[in-house]
């Protein structure tokens, strides 16, 4: 089992920054690679960035290309989601997860709560 908890969350305006954090524990946290998904409000979850076990590679939605870094400190347990920018499109429940290296939420099998990112426009 692996235990994520986001934090970091919380209102922002248009233009601005947050950085989330999601601290893991359990099993050994290097064997899996980690993304961040989002969900808005009536939409469907979608995935946001990912990163290798090593963090050597990345990938990120074309929506937040550019503007968003995921990045990952094995010493740690814990993975961050840098995001700079932030437009109100934005404003969602960020869930960082564990598993394979997927862009589909079913690749991974471990998910924290979620944290709220509300960017005012």
């Known amino acids: 089992q692996v235990q994520l908890v986001e934090s970091g969350g919380g209102l922002v305006q248009a233009g601005g920054s947050l950085r989330l954090a999601c601290a893991a524990s359990g099993r050994t946290f290097s064997n899996f690679a980690m993304a961040w998904f989002r969900q808005a409000a009536g939409k469907e979850r979608e995935f946001v960035a990912r990163?290798?076990?090593?963090?050597?590679?990345?990938d990120y939605s074309n929506a937040v290309k550019g503007r968003f870094t995921i990045s990952r400190d094995n010493a740690k347990n814990s993975v961050y989601l840098q995001m700079n920018s932030l437009k109100a499109e934005d404003t969602a429940v960020y869930y960082c997860a564990a598993g394979w290296y997927s862009v589909s939420a079913s690749g991974y099998e471990y998910w924290g709560q979620g944290t709220q990112v509300t960017v005012s426009s």
């Open positions: 990163i290798t076990t090593s963090g050597a590679s990345t």
